[in-house]
């Protein structure tokens, strides 16, 4: 499987994982100060889902967006795994956590083998 395929494959999953995993958030949502910063979030990475859907169109096109994909994928998973090791965040964070890193080193795979 060259490059592109793989680039392909691996946004549209990414994506319909994203918008499984993020919609329900919504629902999740807690009830206090920090509710337009949580909104927030889950809506900026719904839209995020996307872009990955878009690049997964055309890799080729779009390889300069898989970087800032790498990106968006650190920003959650880095704070999270740190607050897990502290013992403020739970293993199912964590675990979210680690699929996110898992994710973001196959965006990086994937655009290393489409340039």
């Given amino acids: ?3 592109e395929a793989i680039a392909r494959r691996m946004f549209r999953w990414a994506a319909i994982y994203g918008v499984i995993v993020l919609t329900p958030m919504y629902l999740l949502a807690p009830s206090d100060e920090h509710l337009p910063a949580y909104l927030g979030f ?3 990475a719904l839209v995020f889902q996307w872009v990955f859907w878009v ?3 055309d890799p080729v096109r779009y390889r300069a967006l898989m970087l800032p994909s790498v990106a968006e994928k ?3 998973a880095i ?3 740190v607050l ?3 013992g403020r965040a739970d293993p199912v964070t964590a675990f979210f956590a680690m699929v996110d890193i898992l994710l973001g080193i196959g965006f990086l795979i994937a655009w290393r083998r489409t340039g």
């Fill in 74 to 76: 650190g920003v959650f």
């Fill in 79 to 81: 704070p999270a795994l």
């Fill in 42 to 44: 889950v809506g900026c």
């Fill in 1 to 3: 499987m060259d490059g």
């Fill in 55 to 57: 690049i997964g169109g």
């Fill in 84 to 86: 897990f090791a502290m």
